[in-house]
């Protein structure tokens, strides 16, 4: 069945370093994969997207790569800030449908 | 536009109850979501709508749970009877086509006492 696989759960860095999330996937039919961020009491809110046809996107400090071949894709955050504390999930489309599989979450805190 | 609304915020009932949860989606956007999130299973698809059509209901827990979208800008989620496990977080988000950003609700706290 679809799944989605997300490491670390929890990733602990000092402001200013780099963080990396990593997801795999298991439909070699998925096409896009979004990254969402969620604060406390929020709902998911997209921060980036990636569809199968590229391999690297950047957005100011995030970037996301994805390896088709592996079926695997990271999220990249750069010189984070303490606002960058949250729980992300990464996603990826089931087969050609409308349908997301998320991973489980990574929670992320910045310590300044 | 408000974003996707979500009402209540807040719902606490006692097992047995049907409980009713509601969504307005951004409007002009065509599929509309409902999820579930809990600690154990995480982010959860239930249902999802295109033009106020379900789509695919595959991962509706079981017959308790039912999903109706009578007109474009409301839909509702519905638990009779509820049971204390169905407690979580439940959220409606929107989007304007496939592989499209989704757009959530603050979605709804359901406790099931």
């Known amino acids: 069945g679809e799944n989605v696989e997300q490491h670390p759960s929890t990733l602990s860095v000092q402001e200013g370093d780099s963080a990396v999330i990593k997801c795999t996937y298991s439909?070699?039919?998925?096409?896009?994969f979004p990254w969402y961020k969620q604060e406390l009491g929020k709902g998911p809110q997209l921060i980036i997207d990636?569809?199968?046809?590229?391999g690297e996107k950047k957005d100011q400090r995030i970037a996301v790569t994805l390896n088709k071949t592996a079926k695997h894709f990271s999220l990249h955050i750069t010189e984070t800030q303490p606002e960058d504390s949250a729980v992300y999930f990464c996603a990826a489309s089931f087969r050609n449908t409308g349908k997301l599989i998320f991973g489980q979450g990574t929670t992320l805190q910045v310590k300044p | 536009d408000a974003g996707v609304i979500q009402s209540p915020r807040h719902e606490v009932t006692e097992m047995g109850q049907e409980v009713t949860l509601r969504c307005k989606p951004i409007?002009?956007?065509?599929?509309l979501f409902w999820y579930r999130q809990t600690m154990m299973r995480g982010l959860e698809l239930l249902i999802y709508f295109n033009n106020n059509v379900p789509i695919d209901d595959s991962g509706m827990p079981e017959d308790r749970f039912s999903a109706k979208m009578p007109n474009a800008s409301f839909s509702t989620l519905k638990i009779q009877p509820s049971e204390p496990r169905d407690s979580a977080v439940y959220f409606c988000?929107?989007?304007?086509?496939?592989?499209?950003?989704?757009?959530f609700g603050p979605g709804t706290r359901l406790t099931v006492l």
């Open positions: 990636i569809r199968s046809n590229v």
């Open positions: 439909d070699s039919a998925s096409n896009y």
């Open positions: 409007s002009g956007h065509d599929y």
């Open positions: 988000a929107s989007a304007t086509t496939f592989y499209n950003e989704q757009f």
